[in-house]
């Protein structure tokens, strides 16, 4: 990976995660066992314990786990910045954002007093019992929640992004120079065609990619073939790097399960197990209302969506544990969000009675169950399936609907979509907004659920195969802006926004991988 | 989208429909083709026709004669596939007379099971092959059935049975029987009940595919891409308790759309392609692609095995229903043929998918930008077929044959064969 650069205080803080690590343990095991073999020279022990360990696969395992940290953890700049930095560094969008949270929180309680329920209640045994006993079908008879709303939708989100201002920097200066037409006012630097270009440029269009529906032709299915072929060497590997290099062109069908957790790094053991068991009691022993939440959210998406209504039930073994897992707090200290607080009953202000609401720190919104329902495809048992849900929400999901300046941040992916479309298609950007249609209105929910329940779910996992392999979000934005050029034809007759978003309205029958091409490389 | 159609209302003189369905789908098509309605009396050209009318039609006192330029939706005789027991039954003679001949298809394992023909589950006649069957449920006493009335459709009169006691009625020397022979209304058949079916979100489901049938002699089928799995609504459970349940037994669509918790939205149907990502995900690629091999296996060898006995009328074609469950080893089983498939819609995407369907259909059977002639020779243009593929065409797989070209006969769903089944084309 040639990551050379790195600053003493980053290697600390890798050697310290790995020192408290399982695997450090293990490590320590499998050298013991080493000693202890009979071939072992005294002599030379150092040396023939590490070929030792590399022969028994530990080594890979040591590069997977240091692969998976420089993935998940940003370089941090010399001097360290005070952590409320590392989260966000631009105090307004900082500020912005905690104003945000409030008003979530508050709907929340408002909620819980409109319908006069409490925010977390235990629940009797025989209730804990019977829900046991449906566990695999929640769906069946869940709670009531015909009072039950979404506490916001991405339109909500979008009208608190649009509001953004910095205070110290005033747009109309900026007018004369490069006017946007755009109505995203936060200036962010955003990569521009020629480095989004360079960026995937393994996507070429005149580098094959899998999963370009062409069946008949012979060379796509030999070339498929040879994809498998070598994918599966690339999967013997068993070493993420070389998993995220591959799939950059995309995972056949049968081999993306594998390489998706190659690249997350995810290799479940017992302990996993028994992590996630712990968690379903945790959800059996406390009804939370974020339950509620969730279980709306499935039932006004999931449950109506023809790709996705078969894994109803797996969606809620995945949201219900994941609402209690306190390892999502650790993504926290690089999220500009904060998880929300709560006191007990009471004791409003008392810190010893503060509790996380909910436990994970996350407050789902309408459409967040979409990210877990592509992945049913992929994965047949809950745990694995968890646990893909969880790393990928951790690694990007997050940056989605919180409000923050990172260029994988939902600002910045808004911002770079108007940007593309505006020096791609300007004559299209200023007809829709002309008749009143402001793009990003439109492209939005898009970008906040990943394209998840828009597209086909061949397609949606194609798409995701781009996200992990290139460690971006950047792509969402680049396809949106292909979407757009595609449709432009018709897009240029609409006079109305109802009318555009009509245009817009079923991606179902889009191949995601051509149109991207198209639009990345064609021009 | 549909550029295929409709090509002719300019040219020619329009073409005359008639049709003893109103719904959407059909209408929707011969209108936008321009074609002319006319009542079923009159000349037309294209009649899609309830069953019941195909039995007047082609009963011998009506005497009707069909001209060249007259093209009808089924086979006078499609009985012999699409009523259960009639259909059953063709299979078995085919499997003995291809055991008779010697020919490597009827290959039997060690415990007299076909091994290459073993695609319908094992079935009785009731009352007929009642003391059959009581002497093979002896043998496995603990074995669950599933009785069907033949005559009827939608579910109706369908029950699970794992005690002799509940047949009764229908034992040879029960007294109700004795003296009145059964009449279509009370036989039955009775099938080994497969209780390990593949579950997907833990229900149960089932496959309907379409198949064109446009000639039996030779044989020429297509099978339309855009099949759906129908799910049940609620979870499978193989538990004795759960016999009478039929919401968890019987994936058809008029049982499940009495359910509470029946979605109107997507009807519990899933597109094949949806099936096809699930399984090749999970499962593999290969055990994918033999699966959905075997599917069309099953489908060419149960249309051959009616191929003789069906009078291959040229006026006629039919576009079957095949309802198909698939175990838990992967393995599919032909559970019925539909004559008339249901061409109500029950959601969007079905009305779209059904749309096609008859497009498609229309197609093939009358191509594009010429008059309907029943004389001509059945081959469709590759880019009228639409969402249809060549399932098997026995002439052009004859042919091929002679010119020593094997692999071109039958064009697969993903054109892949595994090497354990002779070769599409070498299917006789
Ligand atoms: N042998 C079997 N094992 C398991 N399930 C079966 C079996 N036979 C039938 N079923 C279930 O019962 C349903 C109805 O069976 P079948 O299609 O034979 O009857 P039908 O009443 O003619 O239905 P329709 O006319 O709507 O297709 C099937 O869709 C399937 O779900
Ligand atoms: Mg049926």
């Not at chain 1, 900082?94 to 309680?109: G, M």
């Not at chain 1, 962010?188 to 989004?196: M, P, R």
């Not at chain 1, 030999?222 to 068993?238: C, P, Q, S, T, Y």
């Not at chain 2, 229908?170 to 022979?181: A, G, I, L, Q």
Request: with cysteine; charged share 25%; glycine share 4%.
């Amino acid at each position: 990976m040639g990551e050379s650069n790195l600053s003493k205080s980053y290697m600390q803080s890798l050697i310290e995660d790995l020192r408290t690590s399982k695997l450090y343990t293990d490590l320590q095991n499998a050298a013991q066992a080493e000693i202890s073999k009979p071939t072992i020279r005294l002599s030379e022990i150092k040396k023939g314990v590490q070929t030792g360990l590399t022969n028994s696969g530990w080594d890979r395992k040591l590069r997977n786990a240091i692969f998976n940290f420089l993935q998940t953890h940003p370089k941090v700049p010399y001097p360290v910045p005070p952590p409320e930095h590392v989260k966000e560094p631009l105090q307004f969008l900082r500020k912005a954002q905690l104003q945000w949270e409030k008003r979530i929180l508050k709907s929340l309680n408002s909620m819980c007093t409109e319908l006069n329920i409490p925010l977390a209640r235990r629940r009797p045994d025989k209730e804990q019992k019977e829900m046991l006993q449906k566990w695999t079908e929640l769906g069946i008879e869940g709670p009531d929640l015909s009072q039950i709303r979404p506490v916001y939708a991405p339109k909500d989100f979008l009208e608190v992004i649009l509001g953004l201002q910095n205070p110290n920097y005033r747009t109309s200066d900026t007018a004369g120079f490069f006017a946007m037409w755009g109505i995203v006012q936060v200036p962010l630097k955003v990569k521009s065609i020629d480095e989004l270009r360079l960026q995937y440029s393994d996507m070429a269009i005149n580098q094959c990619q899998s999963g370009i529906d062409d069946f008949v032709d012979i060379p796509q299915e030999l070339f498929d073939m040879e994809r498998v072929k070598l994918g599966r060497k690339v999967i013997a590997a068993n070493h993420g790097p070389i998993a995220q290099e591959f799939s950059k062109k995309g995972c056949p069908t049968s081999l993306r399960e594998h390489l998706w957790r190659q690249i997350l790094c995810i290799e479940l053991d017992e302990v996993d197990v028994l992590y996630y068991e712990q968690l379903k009691v945790n959800v059996l022993q406390h009804d939370l209302l974020v339950d509620s939440l969730l279980y709306k959210d499935v039932k006004l998406t999931a449950t109506n969506d023809d790709q996705y209504f078969v894994f109803e039930d797996f969606l809620y073994q995945v949201l219900l544990p994941f609402s209690r897992d306190t390892h999502v707090l650790k993504h926290f200290s690089q999220n500009s969000a904060t998880p929300p607080r709560s006191y007990i009953r009471g004791k409003l202000g008392v810190d010893e009675f503060m509790v996380l609401y909910p436990p994970n720190g996350v407050i789902p919104f309408h459409g967040f169950a979409m990210y877990v329902a592509p992945l049913c495809y992929l994965y047949k048992e809950t745990i694995t399936l968890y646990y893909v849900f969880r790393e990928i929400y951790i690694r990007f999901f997050y940056r989605l609907h919180s409000i923050s300046s990172h260029p994988q941040g939902i600002v910045a992916l808004s911002l770079l979509f108007e940007n593309l479309l505006q020096t791609h298609e300007p004559e299209l950007f200023f007809h829709l907004k002309s008749v009143g249609c402001q793009p990003l209105k439109v492209a939005f929910k898009w970008l906040v659920r990943a394209f998840s329940g828009y597209l086909s779910s061949d397609q949606v996992l194609l798409l995701w195969d781009r996200v992990l392999a290139y460690n971006s979000l950047e792509i969402l934005p680049v396809l949106a802006v292909a979407i757009f050029s595609f449709r432009k034809t018709n897009l240029m007759k609409v006079q109305s926004y109802n009318a555009a978003e009509a245009v817009l309205a079923d991606l179902t029958t889009l191949q995601v991988i051509p149109l991207i091409q198209l639009s990345l490389f064609s021009k | 989208m549909y550029q295929n159609q409709g090509l002719t209302s300019s040219r020619m003189a329009r073409l005359k429909y008639a049709t003893d369905m109103d719904k959407s789908v059909l209408m929707n098509n011969f209108e936008t083709r321009g074609w002319v309605p006319v009542s079923p009396d009159d000349d037309w050209n294209f009649y899609w026709a309830n069953v019941q009318s195909i039995r007047n039609i082609f009963s011998v006192d009506c005497g009707y004669r069909l001209t060249d330029d007259q093209v009808i939706n089924h086979f006078p005789n499609h009985v012999e596939l699409t009523r259960k027991d009639l259909m059953v039954k063709n299979i078995k003679r085919y499997r003995k007379d291809l055991d008779k001949e010697g020919s490597l298809l009827a290959e039997k394992d060690e415990n007299g099971r076909y091994i290459h023909l073993d695609f319908i589950p094992q079935t009785f006649m009731l009352p007929a092959d009642y003391n059959l069957f009581v002497e093979e449920f002896r043998k496995n006493p603990n074995t669950t059935w599933i009785m069907k009335p033949c005559g009827k459709a939608r579910g109706i009169g369908i029950f699970l049975v794992n005690k002799l006691s509940q047949l009764k009625k229908w034992s040879r020397d029960s007294k109700t029987n004795n003296f009145t022979p059964p009449t279509s209304k009370d036989t039955y058949v009775i099938s080994k009940y497969i209780d390990n079916p593949l579950l997907i979100g833990g229900k149960k489901f089932d496959l309907r595919l379409y198949v064109l049938v446009t000639s039996f002699r030779p044989l020429k089928c297509y099978l339309f891409r855009l099949g759906f799995a129908r799910f049940c609504t609620v979870k499978y459970n193989a538990s004795i308790n759960e016999l009478d349940n039929m919401f968890v037994h019987l994936t058809n669509v008029s049982i499940q759309k009495q359910g509470d918790d029946y979605n109107a939205v997507h009807g519990g149907k899933w597109t094949v392609q949806n099936l096809r990502l699930f399984l090749e995900s999970t499962r593999g690629k290969e055990v994918t692609d033999k699966l959905f091999d075997e599917i069309q296996w099953e489908i060419v060898h149960s249309l051959k095995a009616v191929s003789g006995i069906i009078s291959n009328d040229r006026h006629c074609f039919e576009c079957y229903g095949y309802d198909i469950i698939i175990d838990d080893n992967l393995k599919p089983w032909l559970i019925e043929v539909n004559a008339s498939p249901s061409l109500t819609s029950t959601t969007s995407s079905d009305r779209i998918m059904k749309y096609k369907l008859i497009n498609d259909v229309i197609n093939i059977v009358i191509p594009p930008g010429q008059p309907p002639d029943v004389r001509w020779n059945r081959v469709p243009a590759k880019e009228h077929l639409g969402n249809f593929d060549v399932l098997y065409d026995e002439e052009l797989a004859q042919q091929d044959m002679v010119s020593g070209d094997p692999k071109k006969a039958g064009t697969m769903f993903r054109g892949k064969r595994d090497g354990s089944r002779p070769s599409p084309a070498t299917w006789k």
